[in-house]
């Protein structure tokens, strides 16, 4: 297939553009490349064929519609995002320029053409949290408690109208927490490698008590795919891990395959509105894909520290100015950031 991917330069996306290109697919790559975004993450496809990268915003209206005029895709692939949780509580404005208005100019483009598949990659979190035993199914409530999933819970329900009123064929996916490699050093468990084998504490928020499901990337992607291939216009589909566990539990593994000792976890202030528990679904996937989750925590957290460990320099780079200036205003000076943004204090 030939292949829009939006945010391709990123942790997810750029593992889906290195197995697409792989399989065969011809990409081209739209990356506005944030901070989040990195070049590096794309090295194994910088000479192959199938592969063309072009930096731009997907809020740009003419730079989005003269790409799809001129390559004409059979699909868009949809990852661009302002992703991570806790700088959408210290700055919710991008989140709701590139998540809402950029999805919005996305599907504006797309309107009028014929594609086989918009798919539009979202999260579980749209769900918000939920009391065991309950799993969120492709039907339940959307819940989002941070700006991140309230803009993301924007962008599917826009997604899905354009499936309703023009029928233009989108997917939505809901995946739950991914790592694995050239994951950005602001999530739980790469921010967690590369602390612990640096030394440094490791920040748990609150009592640490709080359950994901975790995915390995590669898994994610591989969903992705045989969506493309088999999934239905206009549905929904949940991508889980299979794997839940708290926090302070991977963070526990995470210290014991990195050789460090518990003493360096330390208790933070919690995050504001953090979602105590996620838990999906994925019966439907299984059911019209017959995809499951391949790589269990163990050996998907062993590969991830692995390639930490090999790719320091990488680690390096990513770990800039503008990280540093983002871990101060998260961790170091907490207290007050968050006090900050909780407003005055009633009387
Ligand atoms: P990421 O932050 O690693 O990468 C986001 C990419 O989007 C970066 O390369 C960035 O440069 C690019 N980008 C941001 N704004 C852009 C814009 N306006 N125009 C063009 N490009 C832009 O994110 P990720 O973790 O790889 O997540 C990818 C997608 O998957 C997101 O839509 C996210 O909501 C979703 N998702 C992530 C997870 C997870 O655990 N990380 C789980 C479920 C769903
Ligand atoms: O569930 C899918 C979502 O997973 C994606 O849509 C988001 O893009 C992705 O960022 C992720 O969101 P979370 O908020 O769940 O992930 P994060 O890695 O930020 O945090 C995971 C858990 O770890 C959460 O309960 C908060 C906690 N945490 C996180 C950090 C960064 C800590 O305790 N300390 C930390 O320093």
Redesign the pocket.
């Known amino acids: 297939m030939k292949l829009l991917v939006t945010g391709g330069a990123g942790f997810i996306g750029s593992e889906f553009v290195r197995l697409a290109v792989g399989e065969g697919h011809q990409v081209l790559n739209l990356d506005k490349l944030t901070y989040a975004g990195n070049l590096e993450n794309l090295e194994p496809v910088r000479d192959q064929p199938g592969h063309r990268f072009v930096r731009g915003d997907i809020c740009d209206a003419a730079l989005v519609d003269a790409l799809l005029t001129e390559s004409r895709p059979d699909a868009i692939v949809h990852f661009a ?1 302002e ?4 700088r959408s509580i210290l700055s919710p404005q991008p989140f709701v320029d590139t998540n809402v208005k950029g999805t919005f100019t996305l599907l504006e483009a797309a309107r009028a053409r014929r594609l086989d598949r918009f798919l539009h990659v ?4 749209v769900y918000g949290s939920l009391e065991p035993p309950i799993e969120a199914d492709e039907d339940s409530p959307l819940r989002p408690s ?1 700006p ?2 309230a803009s ?1 819970a924007g962008a599917d329900l826009l997604a899905l109208s354009y499936f309703a009123t023009y029928r233009l064929p989108v997917l939505v996916t809901r ?4 790592y694995g490699p050239y994951q950005f050093p ?4 790469p ?2 490698i590369t602390n612990a084998l640096a030394g440094r504490p ?5 009592d ?1 008590r ?4 975790w995915l390995y990337v590669e898994d994610h992607c591989q969903a992705l795919l045989a969506l493309l291939e088999k999934g239905r216009d206009g549905e929904i589909y949940n991508i889980g891990g299979n794997c839940a566990l708290e ?1 302070l539990e ?2 526990r593994r995470i210290l014991a395959s990195a050789g460090r000792g518990q003493e360096l976890i330390e208790h ?1 202030t919690d ?1 504001p509105g ?3 528990r ?1 838990a999906l679904s994925s019966a439907k996937l299984l059911r019209e894909t017959g995809w499951e989750p391949r790589v269990g925590f163990e050996a998907g957290l062993e590969r991830t520290i692995a390639w930490y460990r090999a790719n320091r320099g990488w680690v390096e780079h990513v770990r800039s100015g503008e990280y540093l200036g983002y871990y101060e205003r ?2 170091s000076c907490r207290e007050v950031e968050l006090a900050r943004l909780a407003g005055p204090s009633t009387p």
Request: charged residues 25%; glycine residues 4%.
């Open positions: 995002a992703s991570h949780v806790d979202s999260t579980d979190e941070s991140y999933a993301k995946a739950s927490n991914n602001e999530k739980l468990v921010l967690m490791l920040p748990v928020y609150g640490g709080q359950v994901r499901d926090n991977v963070v933070v995050r953090h979602d105590r996620y998260n961790y």
